[in-house]
């Protein structure tokens, strides 16, 4: 997606990093309402729970070893909030116009990657494992690491060159 926004903004000329703020919350919105897919194939939910909002999964769709276990954490659930809460923290970020182009697309990595991480921790799907880890664990603790270096220096140069800036 990213590299087909890249084209299409050189063939008319429009600003790579203001379309990809223009984008972030759209793509945090898709996700709220793409999470509710797994819900409807009853998939990618978390570890057995018995909390008043679990999710009752069918025994064909558990995992062998919670076949006796019959609700859920709804991790589809839990991402779709935090997508949710996402879309209102940009829109809000973004009526401050405080962070410079681009910076609010990098926000949305960070946001995300930071629920992602909550998610993952509690899903039990099978997944690939990296020293025990699951690779999406790995995955998202190295995009959130990478978007808050980047935000923290965008806001670290900014500050720095308003110092600078004669009066």
């Known amino acids: 997606g990213i590299a087909a926004t890249f084209i299409y903004c050189k063939r008319v000329e429009l600003d790579l990093r203001t379309a990809l703020d223009v984008f972030a919350p759209s793509i945090a919105l898709a996700q709220v ?10 998939e990618l939910f978390g570890r057995p729970t018995d909390v008043p909002w679990a999710l009752r999964i069918d025994p064909e769709h558990r995992p062998t070893q919670y076949i006796e276990e019959a609700t859920f954490h709804p991790t589809f659930l839990y991402e779709s909030l935090w997508n949710l809460m996402v879309v209102i923290v940009l829109l809000q970020v973004d009526r401050t ?10 926000a949305y990595f960070a946001l995300y990657s930071a629920g992602r991480l909550w ?11 990296l020293s025990g880890v699951r690779v999406n664990i790995w995955v998202f603790s190295c995009v959130l690491l990478v978007s808050l270096y980047l935000l923290i220096n965008a806001e670290w140069k900014a500050r720095k060159s308003k110092v600078e800036e004669p009066i």
Do not use: H, P
């Not at 309402?33 to 009853?42: A, H, S, V, Y």
């Not at 116009?97 to 990098?106: D, P, Q």
């Not at 998610?119 to 494992?129: G, Y």
């Open 119 to 129: 998610v993952e921790a509690l899903r039990i799907d099978e997944a690939t494992m």
């Open 33 to 42: 309402i793409g999470r509710w897919g797994n819900w409807f194939n009853q």
């Open 97 to 106: 116009k405080r962070l410079s182009k681009g910076m609010l697309f990098v």
